[in-house]
């Protein structure tokens, strides 16, 4: 954009004199000194663009909140309210000003850029587990606490308000409602209560119900910390079983009468009992019998999670596909039961389609809404670029996983030396089988590519992706060897920060195998050489636990693709196994399901052709590395 189309700008005029809107800037618009990039979004009572500092076109983004309305008073409390309250999980404010659009003056709000999805598009494209939800409700309700210590309320908490970030943390946004102690009072403060009515509490919903019926006559209702931890508990029980809460309540004559709440186990056997404890004492029905605070709830949470069982691992909801396309919507309203005034069974029975269709129209929208792979893919692929920059070669921890790994052979040498020097053992043959891999149901018949497995087969496949532990050499039975090795088993080797853990438990990976027929036509349809390779998430169970690293097992594997490579895309799942003995992780992947749900057989190894080393800080049973990695495409398994 030219100079005199910039300075145009600052008066409320555009390139060619067109008069400027506070509601859609274009880019490239100065706002003070503030210059826009792109449009956000808009909100109650203003619209918010992405901008830099003028003149630094690869600079720093911020999100600039600017007011629709000229003088809004709103803005003005916004920035004292974000000014006093500075948690990790809040939006930071950078400044605030005036800017004149011709005439008039709007205020507006400088603010920390946050890339990331709404709590509500991310469970969408996820299909989180338990721990994961109750991650970011231990997170929201610190930085809740933290606002309530300095008196301080958001009053619009909803999942459309909370932001989760690449690494999986949370922000607060949009406290353009909020509320302090010693603010101002301002005028629609006083008539109506501020937030989301799907979120009230049922004391507000009596409020403004009576406030309807007798304008005027009713005291400004004053909204409670009591009121906002409802609004958090409407929020994460949608997270949790997919629909909001009902209410709860009916007013047919005073007093209220709670219906109270069922289970959230009736709705989701998926959740864990504590967390639905947690959820429920939030959505209770008199303020007195939800927590005091959320501080202390969120502690709760902690402790729940620190007891947590495999049960907080899986996702929440199961895999549906989408709804049939030959549904039998018409049928399902040809029947209208009871009875019915006469002229109305026409009119009836319109109603009753009408109603089935949107029922319909719903549940296809909620059976998408358990998977969306490519839309993780695509914000884990900024993550990760964000993250490694150049690839592997920046990787901070890169230099330090050197020393480590030459300390790890050389520790190595020495556990073979002591193993061939120990008394009446005998060390292991080379080229003698360990354990025997278990064959999967594509060997005996494999689909091509863009051919999807027989439900069976696709049954029986995911059912031995399970791999047994596997079963131990018997090298000697005598009990003066099994001691020996038994004390092995035990031992470890420390090498810096690192131990290792030479035993001879260890899950052990399977003889080398040439890669099945079926897998190598399916990767040659692909365009997939051998050797080649592309980005992975390493476990799309823990998408953002840590911008750097997470924690592997031994066991089975599911990956996410970050990049494509030949005809495979970005977005794919990766179905495989993890060894992490002697000091490396190696893997093996033999399905891929893509993100238009054709599943087909690969050949694909974790990392290189020999896996990769343990990080610092790794031990036996729980090994660290990069949360992005890489696969190799290989025609037989090393």
């Not at 989301?196 to 409670?224: C, F, I, K, M, V």
């Not at 060897?481 to 920060?497: E, F, P, Q, S, W």
């Amino acid at each position: 954009m030219s100079r005199d189309s910039l300075e145009a700008g600052r008066f409320g005029l555009g390139a060619g004199h067109v008069l400027l809107s506070a509601e859609w800037l274009p880019p490239g618009t100065r706002v003070e000194r503030w210059e826009v990039v792109g449009r956000l979004g808009a909100g109650g009572y203003g619209t918010t663009y992405s901008v830099r500092r003028a003149g630094r076109a690869r600079g720093r983004l911020y999100a600039l909140k600017l007011s629709r309305r000229p003088g809004e008073r709103w803005f003005a409390r916004e920035a004292a309210l974000l000014a006093r309250v500075r948690h990790r999980a809040v939006v930071r404010l950078i400044t605030h000003g005036i800017w004149r659009l011709g005439p008039v003056e709007h205020p507006y709000l400088v603010m920390e850029y946050v890339e990331g999805e709404s709590l509500y598009e991310w469970a969408l494209a996820r299909n989180p587990t338990a721990r994961q939800v109750a991650l970011l409700l231990a997170q929201v309700l610190e930085a809740l606490a933290a606002a309530h210590a300095r008196g301080a309320m958001h009053r619009d908490f909803k999942g459309d308000n909370v932001q989760v970030t690449l690494d999986g943390k949370v922000k607060l946004l949009d406290w353009g409602a909020g509320w302090y102690a010693g603010a101002p009072t301002l005028t629609q403060t006083a008539r109506l209560p501020p937030g989301s009515p799907r979120y009230y509490s049922p004391q507000l919903l009596r409020w403004r119900a009576s406030a309807e019926r007798r304008p005027g006559a009713l005291e400004p209702y004053t909204y409670s910390v009591a009121d906002e931890m409802y609004a958090v508990g409407v929020t994460f029980y949608r997270l949790l079983v997919d629909q909001y809460p009902a209410l709860p309540w009916l007013v047919p004559i005073e007093p209220l009468v709670s219906q109270g709440l069922g289970s959230l186990k009736d709705l989701n056997p998926r959740v864990p009992t504590l967390l639905e404890s947690i959820i429920l004492r939030l959505l209770a029905f008199a303020p007195e019998q939800r927590p005091e605070g959320t501080a202390s709830v969120a502690r709760e949470v902690r402790r729940a999670l620190a007891v947590a069982d495999a049960a907080w691992e899986a996702p929440l909801f199961g895999w549906r596909e989408r709804t049939s396309s030959g549904s039998r919507t018409t049928l399902e309203a040809a029947e209208a039961k009871g009875p019915v005034m006469p002229g109305q069974e026409v009119a009836l029975r319109e109603a009753r389609a009408r109603h089935v269709e949107e029922v319909h129209r719903l549940r296809e929208v909620r059976e998408l809404r358990q998977r969306d792979p490519a839309k993780v893919a695509e914000v884990e692929a900024r993550a990760f670029r964000a993250a490694r920059g150049g690839g592997w070669r920046s990787h901070p921890l890169r230099w330090a996983v050197v020393p480590v790994l030459l300390a790890g052979l050389l520790l190595a040498g020495l556990a073979s030396w002591r193993l061939e020097h120990v008394p009446g053992v005998v060390a292991p043959v080379p080229g003698v089988q360990q354990m025997a891999p278990s064959p999967g149901p594509y060997q005996a018949r494999a689909p091509l590519a863009g051919e999807a497995l027989p439900p069976a087969l696709f049954q029986q496949e995911k059912e031995d992706m399970t791999l047994r532990a596997p079963r131990q050499a018997a090298v000697n039975s005598s009990p003066v060897r099994a001691g020996a090795l038994g004390k092995l088993k035990r031992c470890t080797l420390a090498a810096g920060a690192v131990a290792f853990t030479a035993c001879a438990g260890a899950q052990i990976r399977p003889d080398p195998t040439r890669c099945p027929e079926g897998a190598l036509e399916a990767m040659r349809k692909l365009s997939m050489n051998e050797t080649g390779s592309a980005s992975i998430l390493t476990d799309i169970n823990q998408p953002g636990n840590n911008s750097e690293e997470l924690i592997v097992r031994d066991g089975p594997i599911v990956s996410l693709t970050v990049e494509s490579y030949g005809d495979l895309p970005t977005g794919t799942r990766l179905y495989g196994q993890l060894w992490t003995g002697g000091g490396r992780v190696t893997g093996r992947y033999t399905r891929a399901e893509l993100p238009d749900r054709r599943v087909i057989p690969v050949c694909l190894v974790y990392g290189n052709l020999d896996g990769g080393e343990w990080l610092p800080g790794s031990k036996a049973g729980a090994v660290r590395m990069p949360r992005t990695w890489a696969y190799r495409v290989v025609h037989a398994f090393p």
